[in-house]
Protein backbone atom coordinates (compact mmCIF):
# COMPACT_ATOMS: atom_id res chain seq x y z
CA UNK A 1 0.00 0.00 0.00
CA UNK A 2 2.53 2.53 1.12
CA UNK A 3 4.45 1.85 -2.71
CA UNK A 4 1.28 2.81 -4.37
CA UNK A 5 1.40 5.98 -2.67
CA UNK A 6 4.99 6.72 -3.57
CA UNK A 7 4.52 5.41 -6.80
CA UNK A 8 1.21 8.32 -7.21
CA UNK A 9 3.03 11.19 -5.66
CA UNK A 10 6.46 10.36 -8.10
CA UNK A 11 3.65 10.01 -11.05
CA UNK A 12 2.01 13.13 -10.08
CA UNK A 13 5.17 15.45 -9.45
CA UNK A 14 6.53 14.07 -13.04
CA UNK A 15 2.74 15.10 -14.31
CA UNK A 16 3.31 18.35 -13.03
CA UNK A 17 7.16 18.60 -13.95
CA UNK A 18 5.58 17.80 -17.69
CA UNK A 19 2.91 20.33 -18.21
CA UNK A 20 5.16 23.21 -16.42
CA UNK A 21 2.76 23.54 -13.72
CA UNK A 22 5.86 23.29 -11.11
CA UNK A 23 8.45 26.41 -12.54
CA UNK A 24 11.88 26.08 -13.81
CA UNK A 25 15.10 27.56 -11.59
CA UNK A 26 15.09 30.31 -14.66
CA UNK A 27 11.10 31.01 -13.73
CA UNK A 28 12.06 31.48 -10.14
CA UNK A 29 15.38 33.66 -10.84
CA UNK A 30 16.66 30.91 -9.14
CA UNK A 31 20.33 30.02 -10.03
CA UNK A 32 22.13 26.77 -10.09
CA UNK A 33 25.15 26.40 -7.62
CA UNK A 34 27.86 23.86 -8.05
CA UNK A 35 30.34 22.77 -5.33
CA UNK A 36 33.28 21.06 -7.45
CA UNK A 37 36.58 22.29 -5.52
CA UNK A 38 36.88 22.37 -1.77
CA UNK A 39 37.72 25.78 0.31
CA UNK A 40 38.83 25.11 3.85
CA UNK A 41 37.51 27.03 6.18
CA UNK A 42 40.05 29.69 5.90
CA UNK A 43 38.83 29.88 2.58
CA UNK A 44 41.62 28.54 0.98
CA UNK A 45 41.05 26.87 -2.39
CA UNK A 46 42.47 23.24 -1.91
CA UNK A 47 43.86 21.69 -5.63
CA UNK A 48 41.49 20.26 -7.76
CA UNK A 49 40.97 16.58 -7.64
CA UNK A 50 40.98 13.57 -10.56
CA UNK A 51 41.95 16.60 -13.09
CA UNK A 52 42.25 13.14 -15.69
CA UNK A 53 38.08 13.04 -15.32
CA UNK A 54 37.49 16.61 -16.00
CA UNK A 55 36.36 17.56 -19.88
CA UNK A 56 38.81 19.02 -22.16
CA UNK A 57 38.35 22.75 -24.14
CA UNK A 58 41.91 23.18 -25.77
CA UNK A 59 45.00 23.63 -25.62
CA UNK A 60 47.39 26.55 -26.24
CA UNK A 61 50.84 26.97 -26.70
CA UNK A 62 53.43 29.35 -26.46
CA UNK A 63 50.75 31.98 -25.34
CA UNK A 64 51.96 35.08 -23.23
CA UNK A 65 50.58 37.93 -21.92
CA UNK A 66 52.84 40.49 -23.86
CA UNK A 67 52.89 41.50 -27.47
CA UNK A 68 56.28 39.37 -27.99
CA UNK A 69 56.54 37.93 -31.47
CA UNK A 70 56.78 34.00 -30.87
CA UNK A 71 59.78 32.14 -31.43
CA UNK A 72 59.22 29.26 -33.46
CA UNK A 73 62.79 27.10 -31.87
CA UNK A 74 61.12 27.88 -28.80
CA UNK A 75 57.80 28.47 -28.68
CA UNK A 76 56.60 28.42 -25.00
CA UNK A 77 54.62 26.39 -23.38
CA UNK A 78 51.37 24.30 -23.16
CA UNK A 79 48.47 24.93 -21.24
CA UNK A 80 45.56 22.57 -21.68
CA UNK A 81 41.89 24.08 -20.05
CA UNK A 82 40.15 21.57 -18.02
CA UNK A 83 36.32 21.96 -17.26
CA UNK A 84 34.74 19.83 -14.89
CA UNK A 85 32.25 17.38 -16.18
CA UNK A 86 29.33 18.85 -14.33
CA UNK A 87 29.83 22.26 -15.16
CA UNK A 88 30.38 21.39 -18.60
CA UNK A 89 27.13 19.41 -18.73
CA UNK A 90 25.33 22.55 -17.11
CA UNK A 91 26.42 24.49 -19.73
CA UNK A 92 25.42 22.22 -22.72
CA UNK A 93 21.75 21.94 -21.09
CA UNK A 94 21.45 25.80 -20.02
CA UNK A 95 23.71 27.68 -22.35
CA UNK A 96 25.00 28.98 -18.98
CA UNK A 97 27.79 28.91 -16.40
CA UNK A 98 26.58 28.37 -13.17
CA UNK A 99 27.85 29.72 -9.70
CA UNK A 100 30.46 27.37 -8.55
CA UNK A 101 31.80 26.75 -12.20
CA UNK A 102 35.45 26.14 -12.07
CA UNK A 103 37.99 26.21 -14.79
CA UNK A 104 41.95 24.85 -14.56
CA UNK A 105 44.31 25.37 -16.99
CA UNK A 106 47.27 22.87 -16.69
CA UNK A 107 50.94 24.78 -17.36
CA UNK A 108 53.26 22.26 -18.96
CA UNK A 109 56.80 22.91 -19.87
CA UNK A 110 57.54 21.93 -23.83
CA UNK A 111 59.47 19.23 -25.14
CA UNK A 112 61.32 19.66 -28.49
CA UNK A 113 61.79 16.26 -29.42
CA UNK A 114 62.39 14.37 -32.84
CA UNK A 115 61.27 17.35 -34.86
CA UNK A 116 58.27 18.24 -32.42
CA UNK A 117 56.86 20.13 -29.70
CA UNK A 118 55.92 17.49 -26.78
CA UNK A 119 53.84 18.15 -23.34
CA UNK A 120 56.46 18.06 -20.60
CA UNK A 121 56.02 18.14 -16.70
CA UNK A 122 53.25 20.17 -15.04
CA UNK A 123 54.66 23.11 -14.01
CA UNK A 124 51.55 25.15 -12.40
CA UNK A 125 47.86 25.24 -12.69
CA UNK A 126 45.48 28.00 -12.84
CA UNK A 127 41.81 27.76 -11.58
CA UNK A 128 39.43 29.94 -12.75
CA UNK A 129 36.00 30.11 -10.31
CA UNK A 130 32.91 31.47 -10.29
CA UNK A 131 31.12 32.23 -7.45
CA UNK A 132 29.46 35.44 -7.43
CA UNK A 133 29.23 35.30 -3.13
CA UNK A 134 32.78 34.78 -2.77
CA UNK A 135 33.69 37.81 -5.42
CA UNK A 136 30.55 39.81 -5.62
CA UNK A 137 32.55 42.52 -7.53
CA UNK A 138 33.22 40.39 -10.95
CA UNK A 139 31.58 37.49 -9.67
CA UNK A 140 34.83 35.28 -10.30
CA UNK A 141 38.31 35.16 -9.46
CA UNK A 142 41.50 33.37 -10.06
CA UNK A 143 44.06 31.04 -8.20
CA UNK A 144 47.43 30.27 -8.61
CA UNK A 145 49.16 26.64 -7.68
CA UNK A 146 52.95 26.24 -8.57
CA UNK A 147 53.59 22.56 -9.22
CA UNK A 148 53.27 20.32 -6.38
CA UNK A 149 51.14 23.01 -4.48
CA UNK A 150 47.99 21.64 -2.57
CA UNK A 151 46.52 24.87 -1.57
CA UNK A 152 46.12 28.44 -2.60
CA UNK A 153 44.37 32.27 -1.75
CA UNK A 154 42.63 34.00 -4.49
CA UNK A 155 44.43 36.43 -6.34
CA UNK A 156 43.15 40.31 -4.80
CA UNK A 157 39.76 40.54 -6.86
CA UNK A 158 41.03 43.99 -9.44
CA UNK A 159 44.00 41.59 -10.95
CA UNK A 160 45.35 41.39 -14.36
CA UNK A 161 44.33 37.80 -15.73
CA UNK A 162 40.25 39.16 -14.07
CA UNK A 163 40.70 42.56 -16.09
CA UNK A 164 41.75 40.64 -19.44
CA UNK A 165 38.83 38.24 -18.93
CA UNK A 166 36.40 40.98 -18.33
CA UNK A 167 37.84 43.08 -21.19
CA UNK A 168 38.70 40.23 -23.85
CA UNK A 169 36.24 36.83 -23.29
CA UNK A 170 33.56 36.35 -25.79
CA UNK A 171 30.97 34.97 -23.29
CA UNK A 172 30.44 35.80 -19.79
CA UNK A 173 34.60 36.41 -18.62
CA UNK A 174 35.61 32.87 -20.19
CA UNK A 175 37.60 33.12 -23.52
CA UNK A 176 34.88 30.01 -24.89
CA UNK A 177 36.04 31.85 -28.58
CA UNK A 178 38.95 29.44 -28.17
CA UNK A 179 37.25 26.41 -26.96
CA UNK A 180 35.64 24.88 -30.00
CA UNK A 181 32.92 22.50 -28.29
CA UNK A 182 31.62 26.02 -26.66
CA UNK A 183 31.81 28.20 -29.55
CA UNK A 184 29.49 25.80 -31.09
CA UNK A 185 27.19 25.71 -28.37
CA UNK A 186 26.65 29.74 -28.49
CA UNK A 187 26.45 29.89 -32.36
Not at 12 to 17: D, G, M, P, Q, T
Not at 126 to 152: Q, S
Request: glycine share 6%; net charge negative; aromatic share 12%.
Amino acid sequence: MKVNFVLAGLTIALIAVLYGLVPTRAETGETAKLHLVNFDEDNILQRPENLDNWVFLGTTMGMTYFDDEPDPTSPGLFSSILIAAEAYDHFNQTGTFADGTVFVKVVRETIRQDGGFFMGDELALEVHVKDRERFPKHGFNFYFFPAGAVEATAMPEDNICVACHVENAAFDNVFTQFYPRMRKRLQ
